[in-house]
């Protein structure tokens, strides 16, 4: 699964300008998946318990849903239109509009962070 989310990842490179937000959020969620890989694995090396395992993945869990902004920016229907996004967009674009509802001017605009 981690190198899964780092393909996907990897992929996203070429459109930087548009999927800068989703390019960090399939990063953030190829930590938490490593996160928990290592958790797992320590439990075995160490001799912990079920318990232990559903404790960190609690955690890693409670921080994704706290930061589920950042870790969730992707969504299946336009923004604009309620129509269903292709792959391309949803991985893609930051924006969650399909093409043809775009805004030219708002690429080109600077964000602003709150």
Not at 84 to 98: A, G, K, P, Q, V
Request: aromatic share 8%; glycine share 6%.
């Amino acid at each position: 699964m981690f190198l899964g989310l780092l393909l996907i990842n990897l992929l996203q490179r070429p459109h930087l300008k548009l999927a800068r937000k989703k390019r960090l959020a399939t990063l953030y969620l190829a930590i938490a998946a490593l996160v928990l890989f290592s958790i797992a694995n320590l439990l075995v090396m160490y001799g912990g318990n079920d318990l232990h395992l559903a404790a960190g993945a609690a955690i890693v869990v409670g921080v994704i849903v706290r930061y589920r902004d950042h870790v969730f920016p992707f969504r299946l229907r336009c923004a604009r239109s309620g129509k269903l996004l292709n792959w391309r967009t949803i991985l893609y674009r930051d924006s969650n509009t399909l093409p043809e509802f775009e805004d030219p001017d708002a690429a080109d605009a600077p964000e602003e962070h709150a």
